[in-house]
């Protein structure tokens, strides 16, 4: 059993829940994105297309929309990826930012993701959520050889 079947938290919010989990959640330090976008660039990586996992109502994606010409934001949570949709943004390039329903394990199963296609996947405060014997090698089909998996939380949390 998943951890999201075990625990559906944010995936049963009602929409106004929704509405004010984006309204109260704090955003994250420049500092952040800016160490995960300069190991990516070191390390060979491209800016072409971003998938934030449990991305909620989009609060850390939108944050990252600059620096990529096509973003997909995915959560397991409906009323989540609704409240996402409403709040939008625009990547680099111009094109909307596309949220989908998804659960983070599986991602290779998103509609037209093709394989090896997306060159960094992220997770804002939502590795605890996902059951990673079954979102690793989901990764793996999606991401580009080379590509970039940056899964990060806030402190104090003490992930084992």
Same mark, same amino acid.
């Given at each position: 059993?998943?951890?999201?079947?075990?625990?559906?938290?944010? =995936?049963?919010?009602? =929409?106004?829940?929704?509405?004010?989990?984006?309204?109260?959640?704090?955003?994250? %330090?420049?500092?952040?994105?800016?160490?995960?976008?300069?190991?990516?660039? !070191?390390?060979?990586?491209?800016?072409?297309?971003?998938?934030?996992?449990?991305?909620?109502? @989009?609060?850390?994606?939108?944050?990252?929309?600059?620096?990529?010409?096509?973003?997909?934001? /995915?959560?397991? @949570? %409906?009323?989540? /990826?609704?409240?996402?949709?409403?709040?939008?943004?625009?990547?680099?390039?111009?094109?909307?930012?596309?949220?989908?329903?998804?659960?983070?394990?599986?991602?290779?199963?998103?509609? @037209?993701?093709?394989?090896?296609?997306?060159?960094?996947?992220?997770?804002?405060?939502? !590795?605890?959520? /996902?059951?990673?014997?079954?979102?690793?090698?989901?990764?793996?089909?999606?991401?580009? %050889?080379?590509?970039?998996?940056?899964?990060?939380?806030?402190? %104090?949390?003490?992930?084992?």
């Amino acid at each position: 059993m998943s951890v999201h079947q075990r625990d559906p938290t944010f =995936s049963t919010f009602t =929409s106004e829940q929704a509405k004010h989990y984006a309204n109260s959640r704090p955003s994250y %330090p420049t500092e952040l994105f800016q160490c995960v976008f300069d190991h990516h660039a !070191a390390n060979g990586g491209s800016f072409k297309k971003l998938l934030d996992v449990g991305c909620g109502p @989009g609060k850390a994606t939108r944050d990252m929309l600059p620096m990529f010409e096509e973003v997909i934001g /995915i959560d397991a @949570g %409906p009323e989540m /990826i609704k409240t996402a949709r409403e709040l939008g943004g625009t990547t680099k390039s111009g094109k909307e930012v596309q949220y989908e329903v998804s659960r983070a394990e599986e991602i290779d199963k998103i509609a @037209g993701l093709q394989e090896e296609t997306v060159d960094m996947i992220t997770g804002a405060t939502c !590795a605890h959520w /996902i059951d990673m014997s079954e979102f690793w090698p989901a990764a793996a089909k999606v991401l580009k %050889p080379g590509g970039t998996v940056a899964l990060w939380a806030r402190a %104090p949390m003490h992930c084992r």
